[in-house]
């Protein structure tokens, strides 16, 4: 199966600022790559598919990027509803996986 | 609303069973493939089964396979995981989600989940 791999695992950045997550993936995915957001005892929520296609909803300073085997997430300007843990999965080959997630907190 | 609920877990012993259930509402759940997503405390996210709208096809993640089954009942718009000789390693918090009409989809409904802790 393909390894997912996130870093960092700890993000710290003060509100009103950019945040850069990363997710690479053990061998290509081309661009079958999704980004979840998840807060403290509530489901995943959908962000982006296709690596870089936000969901329904999904406000525009989020935004992905990248295919093959890197990937990345940026949030352009942080709002306090934007602390959370964020998962990044691979759908382009059985089963699919998840990175180990990375917390992205207030500074 | 769309959104699926997820019941059943609980404190089972090692070698003990549980049966966990997701009831779906808001969408059309006998055309979707489901799957089980389970979260250890602090740990990242881990498939663990998935099954076709029509219950044909199910698939497992090694780590359960043969101790886990997966079943739906379409007409009570119901998702199902029975877990059997359950083990420490198997605590955790199980979700339910779909992945629309292709089970290689991203799974764009989640539930909260059911906490599912195995210890003696």
């Known amino acids: 199966e393909i390894v997912m791999t996130q870093s960092p695992a700890t993000l710290s950045v003060s509100p009103g600022e950019r945040a850069t997550l990363s997710c690479r993936a053990g061998?290509?995915?081309?661009?079958?790559l999704v980004w979840y957001q998840q807060k403290p005892g509530q489901a995943p929520r959908l962000l982006i598919y296709?690596?870089?296609t936000r969901a329904t909803g999904i406000p525009a300073r989020f935004s992905g990027s990248g295919s093959g085997t890197e990937f990345t997430l940026t949030i352009s300007s942080l709002q306090s509803e934007d602390f959370a843990v964020y998962f990044c999965?691979?759908?382009?080959?059985?089963?699919?996986?998840f990175g180990q997630g990375t917390k992205l907190e207030i500074k | 609303e769309v959104q699926v609920v997820e019941h059943g877990g609980g404190l089972v012993q090692p070698g003990g069973s549980l049966r966990l259930s997701c009831v779906a509402s808001?969408?059309?759940?006998?055309?979707?493939?489901m799957h089980w997503v389970r979260q250890a405390p602090g740990k990242g996210l881990v498939w663990v089964s998935r099954?076709?709208?029509?219950?044909?096809?199910?698939s497992y993640a090694d780590s359960v396979k043969g101790r886990f089954t997966i079943s739906r009942d379409n007409a009570k718009n119901t998702l199902y995981l029975q877990l059997n000789t359950l083990r420490a390693e198997d605590t955790a918090v199980y979700h339910c989600?779909?992945?629309?009409?292709?089970?290689?989809?991203?799974?764009?409904?989640w539930g909260q989940g059911t906490m599912v802790t195995v210890s003696s």
């Open positions: 061998q290509s995915v081309s661009s079958n």
């Open positions: 296709g690596a870089s």
């Open positions: 099954i076709n709208s029509d219950s044909t096809s199910s």
């Open positions: 808001g969408f059309t759940f006998n055309n979707y493939w």
């Open positions: 999965q691979q759908y382009n080959n059985w089963p699919q996986t």
């Open positions: 989600a779909s992945s629309g009409h292709y089970s290689m989809d991203p799974f764009d409904i």
